[in-house]
């Protein structure tokens, strides 16, 4: 497989459960990210990962806790979520570092917190 | 503070016709400029995108207008086709923020044959 993969692509969960949400590079990116889509509103960073390190977490809820066991691999893992919380949660990648960078997406996790 | 204000939020063009959707930003050190096209169930693809040395780049039917003192940019569809339906970000980035993308609202182009 090449680019950005994502899984599961949907998950429906309960406010008490816990999740993951799983995400790989094939690029040899040096820098991961986590976007949130929610409808009709701007995809919004929630967390940067440069060569494992996480360098940025934008005000994101504690129930979202983010994991880069090395610089291929992504996890989001999420425990007593909202129902606010359901949306389009997007992973990318780019080799950052020195001016911009196409970031290469996958195709999301369509996430239903009920 | 929404850093990228993107507009129409959607737009309907005939077969042939020209696309148009308009983007502003405040943040002068923003020095990356792309746009991203993205189908109803994936992720976005990256389209287009442009530096402000120059005010113009054009890839097929696909163009970037870039307005450095009116800190604006805008993306043109010229011929648009039934295939060119999707939702259209413009976003923006500087040189020290690791790829940090910041992304406007989203237009939704839908062509009519």
């Known amino acids: 497989e090449t680019g950005v993969t994502q899984t599961p692509r949907h998950l429906v969960m309960g406010m008490t459960n816990k999740k993951s949400l799983k995400c790989e590079q094939h690029?040899?990116?040096?820098?991961m990210y986590w976007y949130k889509q929610s409808a009709k509103k701007p995809l919004e960073l929630m967390f940067v990962?440069?060569?494992?390190?996480?360098?940025e977490n934008n005000s994101v809820p504690s129930r979202f806790s983010p994991e880069c066991p090395n610089s291929s691999h992504l996890f989001l893992h999420l425990h007593t979520l909202q129902p606010e919380d359901s949306a389009l949660y997007l992973c990318?990648?780019?080799?950052?570092?020195?001016?911009?960078?196409?970031?290469?997406f996958g195709q999301g996790t369509r996430l239903t917190v009920v | 503070q929404q850093q990228v204000k993107q507009s129409p939020q959607s737009l309907i063009v005939q077969k042939g016709g020209i696309s148009i959707i308009n983007c502003a930003y405040e943040n002068t050190a923003f020095d990356y400029f792309p746009w991203y096209q993205q189908f109803p169930g994936k992720g976005p693809a990256l389209l287009i995108a442009?530096?402000?040395?120059?005010s113009e780049k054009k890839e097929g039917r696909f163009t970037i207008s870039f307005n450095k003192s009116a800190k604006q940019f805008s993306l043109h569809i010229m011929d648009s086709q039934p295939g060119d339906s999707a939702t259209y970000f413009c976003a923006a980035s500087s040189t020290d923020s690791w790829g940090k993308l910041q992304f406007g609202a989203g237009t939704q182009v839908v062509v009519t044959p």
């Open positions: 990962y440069n060569f494992k390190e996480q360098t």
């Open positions: 990318a990648s780019s080799q950052a570092g020195v001016g911009g960078t196409e970031a290469f």
């Open positions: 442009i530096r402000p040395d120059v």
């Open positions: 690029l040899g990116h040096n820098a």
